[in-house]
Each structure stands twice: as C-alpha cells, then as structure tokens.
C-alpha cells in the first residue's frame, strides 16, 4: 500500500554532510510515521531517526545533534539531514513508514513498508 525508494546516498569525506530523500507512493503515507534506519555490513539493522505523526521527532543517541528527519507531506517525501558524518556512519540507510504513528517505536518490526536502501559511505 505504502512504496517508499530512498536517494540521495553517495560517498562523502567525514566531517561532510548528505540529505537522503525517501518518496512515496500511495494515500496512506500522511498516516504513518517514518523513520531511518541503517545496516552496515554483519551488523543488525539498527535505528536512526523517527517523525511520529504528532510532531515529534526521536533520535538514537548515535546521530542526536547531528541528523534530523523531516517530512513534506505534500510531496509524500522524507529526509534525513546527516550532517558531522562520521566513519561509523558508513552504512545502508533504509527508511520505513508504520501505519500506527504514535509514540516512540525503534524495533524493525514496527515497521510495516521499507525502501530497498541507498549506500552512505563516509571516508577518512
């Protein structure tokens, strides 16, 4: 119902700073929160960022100060401002929309629709 496709990844020197874009398809979106995730390689999915459908955003303590998610529900798109980026950053980010939008929800299993992914690779 939901189809979200991520952009906007690339290779930056750390210390450097991407937007990712997630645009969606389909009238359920400005009824879902979004989040960002990201997975390195034999590491687990992990969270990054949340918009809950009351306005307030979350943050893993990894990306605070530093990232900040937003939507336009217009444009049934959202980002993600990476900014300060470091090494450990270097990941494939994945956003994610969950048709319950409330509250503070970080595990992967909330999340009913994903993106296929856009590669962050930041260099020293």
């Known amino acids: 119902q939901v189809q979200l496709v991520e952009s906007g990844g690339g290779l930056v020197q750390a210390g450097g700073s991407l937007r990712l874009s997630c645009a969606a398809s389909g009238r359920t979106f400005s009824k879902c929160a979004m989040g960002w995730f990201r997975q390195a390689p034999g590491k687990e999915r992990e969270f990054v960022a949340r918009i809950s459908l009351s306005g307030a955003n979350y943050y893993a303590d990894s990306v605070k100060g530093r990232f900040t998610i937003s939507r336009d529900n217009a444009k049934n798109t959202v980002f993600l401002q990476m900014n300060i980026l470091k090494p450990d950053d270097t990941a494939v980010y994945y956003c994610?929309?969950?048709?319950?939008?409330?509250?503070?929800?970080?595990?992967?299993?909330?999340?009913?629709?994903w993106g296929q992914g856009t590669q962050v690779t930041v260099s020293s």
């Open positions: 994610a929309a969950d048709e319950s939008g409330f509250g503070y929800r970080t595990r992967t299993d909330y999340y009913n629709y």
